[in-house]
């Protein structure tokens, strides 16, 4: 079992969906995997954001987007969290407004373990990056009664694992 | 003095029936998932010793951390209050409202705002408040108090959170389901997010180092009140601060595990405000401003500048926390992450909830120390005798907290504090103790209990018949309270110790593979001497060469009534009695479990560690030593032959020990098929069931356990107070283990 593989299982185990593909298939993978209208952050991989995905737009338009498409810095195998860094650019509220979110994520981010992720966050606040949220499954409650997914964050998370993002 | 004991039960007897149903599957089943979590994670208890020794060292060095964190904070562009108790915290927090002109508020769940009563303060200064958690939600719509640390809203059923709703928002077609009760809150709540001026958040973790701060939620809510208005408070307790962001590993790891068995939660933000992160105005058309979403690691010590509209606030809580700090007994309190598995363990909080097992804010075993450092010993007061000390929490707790220790202190300053009792000549013949006057009647009774056990043994079976008279246990309920539903003790006429002096070991020194002393707890001294007897053949048959001194009882008696320096007095003497015989190199093999946990767990904070030590070292549980003795080439032969199905309850502290496994392996090397209990608790956790006020909340957890077992033809126990409870649940005699190997 490689850590992608550990991942993926468990993204399956929390009902989380995923697509693999490459840097190049990328804008169509995702003009696929998203529900209209959607908003977006731009991408930290080199490849742009379909044209259905729109990211200039007003908060009435963030509340109202089906889907939101955010870069993920980090996955993390153990667990199946995504990491979402919480930037100028709007991580932060377009992965938690829409009912559906999709992260973009390079394979070689996967770490191992919830240890690997913490000692990687230690680096980015040290850095100066200091805000970010590991995101694992939709937002739940058992408050009413019952188990329930998307209260105030969304009920459907896709992952978009992109292969060989880096030549090195 | 009796009319407070009726008041208590009937107290108990209305949760029981009301809250206690509907909270108690809940929270088992919390218990259960924390069982698997902890299972699949291979570092828990590793992770467990991190967090430990993380949090003893912060709250070592709490001054220094909380104006480390101070300047990093500012340094951010936040501001940091240091509050002194909630009156500060909430003028604070009132007044920035009226200086932003603040309208309405939302606010993420956190217990330490309840500890505050800061919506009440925000209601007197004109500020709407709303809590957006769904289960806080729920209860501050039917103005009620959370009855659980993580889950607000665990007593409250379904239906009945349908009703509430219903009857507040009065929608067009009534709630029902779990999902269109979540959506409607949803939406609602939404609402209030989107054009609150204030978001208030707690904080699970704060980081010295950085100003940063931790959120772990599975709702997402957290992270909304923080983003979306543009000025966010957060007020949190100082215990809460770590040293770095590298701290965290341990708790990341553990907290949402212990919490509610889930590996992680759904949502473990790290935000270092005020975050860079645009701030949204719904009221605007004009699209959202957004920045460098990939600005690069640069040189400045933050690339991720701060969104100038952004204002953070972090209000740092004493209340009483720096006294807890200085105070030796209550200090570990602060290491708390507030998980609530101390709840979920126990299972008198799974039989009435947090409004019974609670005080004023905080519910659960911890909830002691928090209460008595808080909110004063009052409040503790109310509900500190539900913890029986079974210690099933001991386990639970991801930071190894000592809670029932705690529990046993404050008890023991609460019995200090108490007015002298107008009935204490009535059992000055039997209490040889070092409490002080004023001490309740019924404590002092149990807490003597060796004393009574003498009295009762040499003037057995007379004290035996007069115990059961009607006048003698009508008298014995009205003045110290002890249940007369409950059978008493039937104390034997010739003792334990008696009996093998008369007798003699039958093991030559010569013969003998080892030596070792039967410890004589009181029960199996004078109640329950044929589980002594049993235990004396057994070792004899595997060829140990047995004593029987004459020793005094453990201390657990006056310990569980908080009687601590009574509890240091019998160590004292044990120890005494004990030492010569492990400085012939002879083991010491104990009975009953509670006995065991007192030698390996309390005598270390009542004797000299090197003491201490020295006992727990030589001391098996007898089913242990059997076992020992088996594997190192003893044979199953010697022994008799158990039944062929034996049903075996484990008790509760010879659990927290790992003791169960030892039962079972020498009962199947004895040829039997073993079936465990799954409860935590039988209920009965020594003098705690004999006690009129706990007497039906005994029988009602105990349920659970007799449940189990019903159908079964043996069923076989190790501790007392678990034979005792199974005998009066089942009918019959239940017998040690012990008995059933023994030829």
Known sequence: ?168 | MSSERKRKAAHIRHLLDTEGPLIGPKVSSKNRDRYDAAERFESWDSARDEARAIKEAAIADLPDLIERLRESVEENGGTVYVADDAADANRYVTELCAEQGAETLVKSKSMTTEELDLNDALAAAGVDTYETDLGEFVIQLADETPSHIVGPALHKSREQIADLLNDVFEPDEPLETAEEMTRFARDYLGERIREADVGVTGANFVFAESGSMALVTNEGNARKCAVTPDTHVAVTGIEKILPSVDDFGPFVDLISKAATGQDISRYVSLFTPPTASPTLDFESDEPIEFGDSTAASGATARTDDPNPDREFHLVLVDNGRTEMREDDQLRETLYCIRCGACSNSCANFQAVGGHGFGGETYSGGIATGWEAGVHGMDSAAEFNDLCTGCSRCVDACPVKIDIPWINTVVRDRLNRDADPDTFDHLVSGLTPDEEPSGLALDKRLFGNFERLAKLGSATAPVSNWLADAGPVRAGMERFAGVDRRRDLPKFQRETLVDWFDGRGPRVASDDAEREAVLYPDAYTNYVLVDRGKAAVRALEALDVRVHVPRVRSSGRAPLSQGMISTAEDHAHHVYAGLAEHIDAGRDVVVVEPSALAMFEREYGRLLTPKSADRLADASYEVMEYVYGLLENGGSPDALGSPPEAVAYHSHCQGRTLDLEPYTVAVLEACGATVRTSDVECCGMAGSFGYKETYYELSMDVGEELADQFADEPVVAASGTSCQEQLDAMLGGEVPHAVELIAP
């Open chain 1, 1 to 168: 079992m490689t850590v992608t593989d550990d991942f993926l299982d468990a993204l399956a185990d929390l009902g989380v969906s995923h697509d693999q593909t490459t840097l190049d298939d990328l804008p169509a993978t995702l003009a696929d995997a998203v529900d209209d209208p959607a908003v977006g952050v731009p991408l930290h991989v080199d490849a742009a954001l379909p044209e259905s995905v729109a990211t200039t737009f007003t908060p009435s338009e963030l509340q109202d987007a089906a889907t939101g498409v955010t870069p993920a810095r980090l996955g993390i195998a153990e667990y199946g969290s995504v990491l979402i860094r919480s930037s100028a650019g709007g991580d932060e509220p377009v992965s938690l407004y829409p009912e559906r979110h999709v992260a973009v994520l390079a394979a070689e981010d996967v770490v191992a373990t919830g240890r690997d992720a913490v000692d990687w966050l230690a680096d980015e606040v040290a850095a100066g990056r200091g805000s970010h949220v590991l995101a694992t499954g939709a937002s739940a409650t058992a408050d009413m009664g019952g188990l329930v997914e998307g209260v105030h964050g969304p009920n459907e998370v896709h992952v978009v694992l992109v292969e060989e993002v880096s030549d090195e």
